[in-house]
């Protein structure tokens, strides 16, 4: 390795071990990279938003005679009127064409993917069954999904009270959804190890070599 | 004190200890486990091999360096697999501090595919990298329409209609699908923007935590697969034949993962201990 | 003024596009695409910058003041500078290699070993808290140590535990997570329609 990327890999390296001596405690070591991180990304964002928005989406179609590219720019800056406190009631214009527009987009999508698609593939489980002719496990299954979906949905269901027969499917519901989490615990350890293995993989292997 | 109270009262610090010893080692030592196909897995490679020569898709890579350990891998091997069949993929990355990583990925699997076959593979004609622009849901919904609304011009500031790959490609129509390697919400957008109002098929690649969320949206073929975690990008490395950081990762994750199982043994021992105690003196 | 203003213009461009989504005409198309699609980002951009005024702001505060830790704020403009700088057109910008530098051997190891941490939590977390205390979460442990175990190579129970994980991905846990999954888009849908409507205003602060 040329003398540059030592030093480079290094400088990480050492970063890393900052980081990492938080486990045993607090300390200025770990305190120095985080705000160092804080102060870097926050650059990088500055220049990122600089070359991929501000050059191409402003200046150069302003340039090119696209003079109804001043409308957003002006409501952008009507933006900034946030940072006084007299003049912040001027930045809800601008807040309200992005929150009109993003919520508008979102209830007939949101409704098609999250609701009316997951209610389809629910209905497509009894309907499969039918069409295919499934036997055995595949039956079994189907059914519990659905047993298993009515009754976590039942267990969000907060307007009657959770007594009686409610309550006990309300019970299975949570049941249902501890699996659920199980799972997701599960595969959360693998991915937080994961970070960690890689972490390790550069100490070892880039940094110092070892094998 | 007790062994059982003991059991119950380890510092931290020795929990700690013992999984950076487990994985430092476990690095070390030469083995390997074997690493079984998924059919979530074997659908997006199936899919991509049965692509023509010309074909373009396109990867949306919507993480940053915390989650690259598992998705980074993928992108390689996705990337692989394109480059070798030839097939265009039109890049673009969602996340604020992805687009300089995703750009190192983009030159990193270039580069190997050029090391391994000899032939180089051109940004604009292979391959694009339209870059980031914030905002995800919108920006998603502005590439359905045409990728030229949201970028106008590529990551490195060449206006997109003069890249000769972009030539034939307008909007979503003209991809065979999306893969998103992603670490963040960006994947609800693609389902529910992307798939959701464009109708383009998806697959998706993403971090353990977020990965059983998902197979709701791989019942309903919403998503056609789904790469979950360091396992799944280890089952994509193998499937491409290269196996790399994911597949030499399984092996210290199963010895991580026993070390976890082990702690949680204890605590239960300690606490049923405990609670025995307790009740006896009741 | 102050607060109708903003609301006619929530209910006008939310409506527009619930519109747009069902009966896309020509017309509709072009200010979908422009005003819709292109602008919003524009805006968006201003109001991101403020995040990094506010960081300078809090930072300069702290090193005026004296406070405590006042240091490492030094730290945090002096990143910050050192990034903007090599990012000027001069050096290159967004692509050059100081910036690439900066990225590769300061901020990606930091954010990646930063979230690395969480692997020592989560280990400790499994030890002091995982605990069989009830059956709802001798289930939760359960279901969790099978999706561990899963790619382990276990001898003759390999091909068992192995199918056990994918039955519990894709019956108990699909379930599941259908169920979560239709609550949040009721949820996301019914305050989408209350922020449209102008029954949700809480987003407008004080006057």
């Known amino acids: 390795m040329d003398w540059p990327t030592t030093i480079a890999t290094t400088v990480a390296a050492l970063l890393t071990l900052a980081v990492f001596s938080f486990l045993y405690k607090d300390n200025p070591f770990y305190k120095f990279a985080e705000h160092l991180m804080v102060g870097v990304s926050a650059g990088y964002w500055v220049i990122i938003l600089w070359y991929t928005v501000v050059i191409p989406k402003m200046w150069q179609p302003l340039e090119a005679g696209k003079w109804y590219y001043i409308i957003p720019i002006i409501l952008g800056i009507l933006m900034w009127a946030r940072l006084n406190r007299k003049w912040q009631w001027v930045s809800r214009y601008p807040l309200a064409f992005y929150i009109g527009v993003s919520t508008g987009v979102a209830i007939p999508l949101e409704m098609k993917a999250k609701v009316i698609e997951q209610l389809n593939g629910s209905v497509d489980l009894v309907t499969t069954m039918y069409a295919t002719q499934a036997s055995g496990m595949t039956v079994v299954n189907n059914i519990l999904i659905l047993i298993g979906i009515i009754a976590a949905l039942i267990y969000f269901f907060f307007s009657k009270a959770h007594t009686g027969a409610t309550g006990s499917i309300a019970k299975f519901g949570i049941g249902v959804l501890m699996v659920g989490f199980g799972a997701s615990f599960g595969f959360t350890v693998m991915a937080r190890i994961s970070l960690l293995i890689e972490r390790l993989q550069f100490l070892l292997f880039e940094w110092l070599k070892w094998g | 004190m007790k062994l059982a109270e003991k059991m119950f009262a380890i510092d931290r610090r020795w929990v700690y200890l013992a999984l950076g010893l487990a994985v430092l080692i476990s690095l070390k030592i030469p083995f390997s486990i074997p690493i079984p196909i998924s059919k979530e897995a074997r659908n997006i490679y199936n899919f991509i091999d049965t692509l023509k020569a010309g074909d373009a898709v396109h990867l949306a890579i919507d993480y940053d360096p915390s989650t690259l350990a598992e998705l980074h891998p993928m992108t390689l091997s996705i990337l692989k697999q394109c480059f070798e069949k030839k097939i265009k993929v039109v890049v673009t990355a969602l996340h604020q501090n992805g687009p300089a990583m995703a750009a190192a990925a983009l030159d990193t699997a270039v580069a190997r595919h050029a090391a391994r076959s000899g032939e180089q593979m051109k940004n604009g004609v292979d391959y694009v990298f339209l870059g980031y622009k914030p905002y995800p849901a919108l920006i998603i919904l502005g590439m359905g329409q045409n990728y030229r609304i949201p970028f106008p011009t590529d990551y490195y500031g060449v206006p997109v209609d003069s890249l000769p790959m972009m030539k034939h490609i307008q909007n979503y129509d003209d991809v065979k699908a999306i893969l998103n390697v992603s670490g963040t919400s960006a994947t609800d957008y693609w389902i529910s923007y992307g798939n959701g109002r464009y109708k383009v098929p998806l697959a998706i690649g993403v971090t353990g935590v977020m990965a059983t969320d998902y197979y709701p949206y791989w019942q309903t073929g919403q998503i056609f697969g789904i790469l979950g975690g360091l396992k799944g990008a280890a089952e994509y490395e193998t499937l491409v034949g290269t196996p790399g950081k994911a597949v030499q990762g399984m092996k210290v994750q199963m010895v991580a993962h026993l070390i976890i199982i082990v702690f949680i043994i204890i605590g239960n021992i300690g606490y049923f201990a405990q609670r025995k105690k307790r009740e006896q003196s009741v | ?207």
Not at chain 3, 102 to 125: E, K, Y
Request: glycine fraction near 6%; proline fraction near 5%; charge should be positive.
């Open chain 3, 1 to 207: 003024m102050k607060r109708q203003l903003p609301l006619i213009i929530i209910f006008v461009c939310g409506i527009f596009m619930v519109f747009q989504y069902f009966i896309p005409h020509e017309n509709s198309e072009f200010i979908y695409e422009f005003a819709a699609l292109d602008w919003p980002p524009i805006i968006g951009v201003f109001a991101l910058t403020l995040g990094i005024i506010s960081l300078v702001r809090v930072s300069a505060t702290k090193i005026s003041k004296r406070d405590e830790d006042w240091q490492y704020s030094i730290v945090t403009l002096l990143g910050l500078a050192a990034m903007i700088i090599a990012g000027l057109p001069w050096f290159g910008g967004q692509t050059s290699p100081a910036v690439k530098w900066q990225f590769d051997f300061i901020m990606r190891p930091i954010i990646a070993t930063i979230f690395s941490l969480l692997s020592f939590f989560i280990a400790s977390a499994a030890y002091r808290a995982f605990r069989a205390r009830s059956v709802l979460a001798s289930i939760l442990l359960i279901s969790a140590v099978i999706v561990m175990i899963r790619f382990m190579p276990l001898g003759p129970f390999t091909d068992i535990v192995s199918r056990t994980a994918d039955w519990v991905l894709n019956v108990p846990n699909l379930a599941a997570k259908r169920a979560i999954i239709i609550g949040v888009g009721l949820g996301i849908i019914s305050t989408a329609l209350k922020v449209v409507l102008g029954v949700e205003r809480s987003y407008l602060g004080r006057d």
